[in-house]
């Protein structure tokens, strides 16, 4: 079983920034791919930013220069700066891994998320 802890999330007003941690804990070959979504009440669940293993990088367009996704690949946790928040940014974010498992599978584990609230 693999763990992923989020923490960093909370209650601020637009235009300041947070960062959100999300650390992978649990038995597993390695870890590929990783992400960060996020969903607002009444809203689907978007994805927001992903990282490849290699530290290829994609953004949700409504975030993009606003953002930054990295990774610990030693610490096995993926980050997520959030610059020049947004009442619109308000939303639980969730963070994912793609593990390769010591069995040959690949499987994705979910975290259980954050709340960010962006409110003056």
């Known amino acids: 079983q693999v763990q992923l802890a989020e923490s960093g999330g909370g209650l601020v007003q637009p235009g300041e920034s947070l960062r959100l941690s999300c650390a992978a804990s649990?038995?597993?070959?390695?870890?590929?791919?990783m992400a960060w979504h996020r969903q607002a009440p009444g809203k689907d669940r978007e994805l927001v930013a992903s990282?490849?293993?290699?530290?290829?990088?994609n953004y949700a367009d409504s975030v993009k220069g606003r953002f930054t996704i990295s990774r610990d690949n030693a610490k096995n946790t993926v980050y997520l700066q959030m610059n020049n928040l947004k009442p619109e940014d308000t939303a639980v974010y969730s963070c994912?891994?793609?593990?390769?498992?010591?069995?040959?599978?690949?499987?994705?584990?979910w975290g259980q998320g954050t709340q960010v609230t962006v409110s003056s």
């Open positions: 990282i490849s293993d290699s530290a290829g990088m």
């Open positions: 994912n891994a793609d593990t390769y498992t010591y069995e040959h599978l690949y499987y994705t584990y």
């Open positions: 649990g038995r597993f070959a390695s870890i590929n791919g």
